[in-house]
């Protein structure tokens, strides 16, 4: 691995948590897929629930991911929202970055 390679990858991970918009979004991001979790495996319910759809809807677009892949694989879901957040929280990074006289942190 080169030096560049790990700056490069230190500056991503900078731009995803360097800030406290995208640290509150992840940590946002956290508490509604672990109450869609618990929703799912813990509560009973009469009826369906929706809890599963919260989580897509705030990673989207890139949470909504899970649509292209394969029903049968039991990760998919929280995988896709998890990638959706990180995505999203660079995105937010990056935007963050690029307005001139913010400061940071």
Avoid: K, Q
């Amino acid at each position: 691995m080169t030096t560049n390679t790990v700056h490069h990858r230190s500056n991503v991970l900078e731009t995803m948590i360097g800030n406290w918009v995208s640290r509150a979004y992840l940590a946002v991001c956290a508490v509604v897929l672990l109450w869609a979790v618990i929703d799912h495996t813990v509560l009973s319910h009469a009826d369906a629930s929706f809890a599963a759809v919260y989580p897509l809807l705030l990673t989207a677009p890139a949470g909504l991911v899970v649509l292209a892949l394969p029903e049968s694989m039991a990760f998919t879901y929280p995988a896709a929202a998890v990638l959706g957040a990180f995505v999203n929280a660079w995105l937010l990074g990056t935007a963050l970055r690029a307005i001139p006289g913010l400061r940071r942190g």
